[in-house]
């Protein structure tokens, strides 16, 4: 049996465009085109699609959203640094798997602080987060 692109497309549940772009790259097995009709024949029911090979990387990319910054004060540090008189930095930031440490904190643009006294991350029952990147100095 044989049949045209929207007979196919129905077939094969995606739209006439992606048909024809399937047909123009000699896609369709057995499909040719009489005038400016194409002819497509139908083996078990189904238009046999061939696999297609890879093209060219892709020039765009995906919008990824990106990791938020947490910024948490080690509480516990500033008291071991009260009690053994060190200078070691209190302030963690987190940003994926990996944790920095600090004396002080640069956050360029938005943030917000978050106080989950029920659900405390890591600890922390208040941090700030940011989707910004943020700036750590440590004194020396």
Known sequence: MIVGTTAAAKILKIST???????????VEGAYKTGKMWLIPLF?????????TRGPAPRWQNP??????????NTQKIKHNHK????????TVKRGDTNQYGHEVEIPGGCRIVYRPDNPMCGARVWIESLYDVTIKRLM
């Not at 465009?17 to 896609?27: C, E, F, H, M, N």
């Not at 990824?64 to 004060?73: L, N, W």
């Open 64 to 73: 990824r959203k990106p990791a938020k910054t947490i910024v948490h004060v």
């Open 84 to 91: 053994h008189q060190q200078r070691q930095p209190v302030i």
């Open 17 to 27: 465009a992606r048909l024809r772009v399937l047909l123009i790259t000699k896609r």
């Open 44 to 52: 078990k029911g189904r238009p046999i699609i061939l696999k297609g």
